[in-house]
């Protein structure tokens, strides 16, 4: 069965988001089929050109979360 290579597979291998089969299979394919292989160079020079993101939440906002999740009870029944 022939796998069709979406974006989103591909995106997914660039974070690495996939699991341990489906990264290997998504590589092999990256390296046999000259379509794939150029899509993948397009996202991967998509993502790089990107500004690098990072979050600081403040303080009060984590200590506002840890409050609401102490609210809870989870049961296995």
């Known amino acids: ?3 069709t290579y979406t974006d989103l597979s591909l995106i997914k291998f660039l974070y690495k988001d ?3 089969a ?3 299979e998504t590589q092999n394919r990256i390296e046999e089929d000259a379509s794939v292989s150029k ?3 397009e996202l991967r020079a ?3 050109a990107l500004p690098a993101v990072s979050f600081s939440p403040k303080l009060s906002s984590m200590n506002t979360i ?3 999740s102490k609210g809870f ?3 296995l029944s």
């Open 22 to 24: 489906e990264y290997f």
């Open 73 to 75: 009870s989870f049961s």
């Open 18 to 20: 996939t699991g341990i």
């Open 66 to 68: 840890l409050a609401y």
């Open 1 to 3: 069965m022939e796998k």
């Open 39 to 41: 899509r993948f160079k």
């Open 46 to 48: 998509s993502m790089k």
